[in-house]
């Protein structure tokens, strides 16, 4: 490289004429770092970035606006967990997050739902298959506050409209009447 590149080079800030390009690969290898870091399966980084970027799945096909908001969310993601500027996490593993005020209505009425019987699956892998069906995101930790209302108050919806399946109810109404009848 000649000297008339190199001072051309620094007046730009170091990086010459392919500004645009030395950024996109920079913050693309970053993006794939951090996926890597935060464990993030193909599946999980897609829907991730689907939600967050209009949905495009591949950081390839991303402007920069848009790499700069998908970055700033991962970012974000290894700093709650514990993770330095280097992106290492910590040398404990770092115990799952408590739920936030939010997600513990969620779970609360998916309780409620389970506890009537409307739902088979006490788990909360369940709870986040349903708002995955419900919102198109995979886990509840990064639901937006929006689709967060929207998983609780279709909860709420299931809830008050539907009752306890017949078949528990015969079951539940003999076994008190012989209760009764042996009491008696």
Known sequence: MNRTANVTRQ???GRGAGVPRNDRRAELAEIHVLKGRLGLSDDEY???MSTLCAGVRSA???DATARQ???AHLRLCARERGMDQAGRA???RTVRQPLTPTQKRMWAAWMQLADAGLVHSRSMA????FAQRQ?????IEWLNSHQQALVIES???WLASRTVPPARVEAAGCSAGMDRGSAG
């Open 11 to 13: 007046a730009a800030g």
């Open 46 to 48: 897609g829907d991730l």
């Open 60 to 62: 390839a096909e991303l």
């Open 69 to 71: 908001r998908y970055l």
């Open 90 to 92: 910590p040398a404990q």
């Open 126 to 129: 369940a709870l986040a298959a």
């Open 135 to 139: 919102t198109g995101v995979a886990r």
């Open 155 to 157: 909860l709420k919806r």
